[in-house]
C-alpha cells in the first residue's frame, strides 16, 4: 500500500511538472457553461472529477431543456442542488435543494430569483451568481461527498435558508423545481447548526433514495416546515410525501456570511453525516483551491499547443465534461445501496453509465488517461450484474433505465482485457458478459431465435437497431473468447456478430427492417425512423464497426462504398425526427452516436483525406466555447469525447480492437501524459486552417504510412509527426496494407 501510495504521488508530480510548463493553468481554460445552451444540457455547477456531489443551479423550469436542472435561457433560479445528470435527454436528480432569502415569509409555493449572466461566474470547482430579487451573493464548491455553499447576505431584517425535498417534475411539477417525484421526506434537527433527513423518489430509472446531512456555520432558530403544503406548528421532526423547510437567522449586516455544508449518502443518514468531515472547517477558499487542484492533476493528462483561445477552451471544456460520469456512488463510509435496494459496503463504487452513448468514445479516452480508474468502473459494472442479474446498460444509482438496446458495457469491459488493464478478474467478467448477452430482455430472445430482431415481434419497431448493436457486442465477446481461450464460445459469437447481414438488403444497399417471416417490411423509406431507435437506414447502415470490409463487400465493393458514403454527407439536409438538434451534415445526424465514428470509413477505401475534410468539418463547424457549443447533447461526455479525441488526430471507430484511425487534428502539438512516466507526442507540421490533410507520417522517426495507429503505440511512448497540407493526399494510406481493421481478429 505504501508502495502505490508514493507511486501515486510520483505520478502526481509528473503531471505537475507537465503543467508547470504551460504558460497558465489548464484549468484557466475551462469554461463550464459551454453546452449549457440548445441542446447541450449540460450544467456549470461546482463538482470535483468524478464527483458523487455535483451542486449547481436549477432553473425551476420543466422539459426538455432543463434536463440538467439548468439551461442558459432562463433568468431565474429556484434553488441549488446537489445531483445533476450532465448532457443526458432525461430529467432527473436534483437532490436536496438549498435556497437563500433575505427579508422574505417562509411559503410552499415556488421562490425563485431573477438573475443575470453578467454576474455570474463558474470554474472548475466553483459557482457563483448574484441573486437580484434577494441581493444575495451565492457561491458554491464541492469536496466528493460534500458541498459548500457561502451566502453574502445584504443588510436585511430576517434571513431565511430555504432546504427543499419536495420537488418534483410530476403532477406537483408547479413548486417550481426539476427532478423526480418524491414518495417519501423526512427532516430531524440534531442541533442548532445541524439538520438531517432523505428523500425517496420515483423517476427516470426508478425507486431510489438520497440521504442527507446539513450544517450551518451560524446557529439557526426555528425551523418552519411545510409538509404536503400545509404549515406544521414548530417541531424538530417531520415526515411527509412532499417536505420544504426553513431555517431562520437573526437580521443580517450588509457583507454578512452564511456557510453551508451538505453532504449526501445512497445508503444512509450516518454516511452522510460522515461526508460533512470532507469539510473539517469552514474554509471556503481552501476548499475551492483543493478542487481546482483535482482538476488541474486530470487536465494536464493531455497537453494541447495552440495560439488559438477559443480552441483551447473548446478543447479543455470537453476534456473537464468527460470526467462528471461516472460519479462515486459509495458514500464517507465506503457504503451504497445495491441494485436490491441491500446496503452494501464498497469502496470506489461507480454509477450513471450512460453505456449506449458512452462505450464509443469516453470509454476508450479512459483507457488512455483514467487507466488506474477504469478497474474500478468495471468492477461496479461486475457487482451490480452480481445484485441485478446483467450488465448495465443505462444506470444510475444502482438502478436500470432499460431504455436502450445492446448490453453495451461489454464493448468497455472487452476493450479492457483486450488492451491488458488488470484490477478485475477476467473469468468472472466474460462469464458476466456472456450470462448479459443471453438473456431475454430487450428483444435479444429474439434475435437469438431469429439472426435478427423481426420488427414485427418487436413491440417499439426497433429491430434493425437491435440486431446491428447487439451483432457489435457479441464481436466482442468472441474476442475475449480467443483471449481466454474457449474456442466453442469464440466461434457462437463470431457467427452472431454477423447477423447483421440479415438485416442488410443487397438491392438497396442499405439495413433495414425484416418481418418473422423474413420478408421485408414495406414500405421502405430510408430517411424514415421505423425499425431504428434514434436513427434510420441512412445512419444505421455503417453501424457494422466491426466488420467494415464485410460492409464494403456487401455494397458491391469500395466504389460503390465510397459512393454511398459521399452521398450520405452530400445528400439534402433532412432531419428523420422532429428536434432541434444541430449537426445535420447531408443526411448524417452528426449530433447522436450512431454518426460518430462514420466519417472514419473513408480511411477503409484508402481515402484518409476525405475523412480529413469530414472530420475537420464537425470539429470547426458543430463545437465552439460559447453556450451553444456542443450538437446535441453531450451525453455523459460522449459528444465532448468525440472531440477531444478527434482534435488531438484520431478515433475509434471499433472501439474494441485497439486501433485509432487518423484524422485531421486542431492542435499543433498534443502530449498525452501516462502516470508511469511515459508521454506520447502527437506533432502536426505546417498545420494551418487550410491545411487538413495528412501527406505523410513518421513515427519515432520511421517513416508511417497507415492511416491508423495501434493503441501499444501509443502508451509505449513516442512521437507521431503528421506533415499537413492543403490538399488531398492521394497515395498515404492508400495501401491495402495501410488501411485500418487489417489487422485485427476478423
Known sequence: MKIRRLLMSVSFLFLLSCASQTEEKLITFINPFIGTDEDGHTFPGAVVPFGMVQLSPDNGDHGYNWCSGYHYSSNKIAGFSHTHYSGTGAESLCDVSVFPLVNALPTWESVRSDFSHAEEKATPGYYRVMLKSSGINAELTATTHCGLHRYT?????????????????????????????????????????????????????????????????????????????????????????????????????????????????????????????????????????????????????????????????????AVYHNYFAPFRYDDALGLYSGADKKIYQGKNMYTLHSLWDTYRATAPLFTLTQTERLPDIINSYLTFYKQHGLLPSWEMYFNEANVMPGYHAVPVIADAILKGIGGFNYQEAFEAMKSTANQNIRESDLYRQYGYVPDDKDPRQRGVTKTVEYAFDDWCIAQVAKRLNLPEDYKEFMQRSGYWRNVFDTASGFVRPKDSKGSWMLPFNPVESIGFQEGNAWIYTWYVPQDVYGLIDAMGGETIFDQKLDSLYNGPEKPYRDIRNHGFFGLSEFSNEPSHHVPYLFAYVGKPWKSAERVNHILTNFYSNQPNGLCGNDDCGQTSAWYVLSAMGFYPVNPANSEYVLGSPLSGKTIINFSNGKHFKIRAEQLTKQNIYIQSATLNGLEYTKSYINHSDIIGGGELVLYMGNRPSESWGAKLEDRPGRAVNR
Not at 193 to 209: L, P, Q
Not at 211 to 232: P, Y
Request: aromatic share 10%.
Open 153 to 317: 447576505f445584504p443588510e436585511g431584517k430576517s434571513s431565511l435558508l430555504r432546504i427543499d425535498l419536495g420537488f418534483g417534475n410530476g403532477a406537483e411539477s408547479r413548486v417550481g423545481h426539476n427532478g423526480d417525484e418524491p414518495l417519501e421526506c423526512y427532516l430531524k434537527i440534531i442541533d442548532d447548526h445541524t439538520i438531517v433527513g432523505f428523500r425517496r423518489s420515483m423517476g427516470f430509472v426508478g425507486e431510489r433514495s438520497v440521504f442527507f446531512a446539513a450544517q450551518t456555520s451560524k446557529s439557526f432558530g426555528e425551523m418552519v416546515i411545510f409538509a404536503d403544503g400545509t404549515r406544521l406548528n414548530p417541531k424538530r421532526e417531520a415526515t411527509a410525501v412532499r417536505l420544504n423547510s426553513y431555517l431562520t437567522f437573526p437580521s443580517t449586516k450588509a457583507g454578512e456570511e452564511l456557510l453551508v455544508k451538505v453532504s449526501i449518502s445512497s445508503a444512509s443518514i450516518e454516511g452522510a453525516v460522515a461526508g460533512l468531515g470532507e469539510i473539517p472547517n469552514w474554509n471556503f477558499e481552501e476548499v475551492k483551491t483543493n478542487a481546482e487542484t483535482a482538476w488541474e492533476k486530470e487536465l494536464t493528462k493531455i497537453v494541447v499547443s495552440s495560439d488559438d483561445k477559443s480552441f483551447k477552451e473548446t478543447f479543455y471544456t
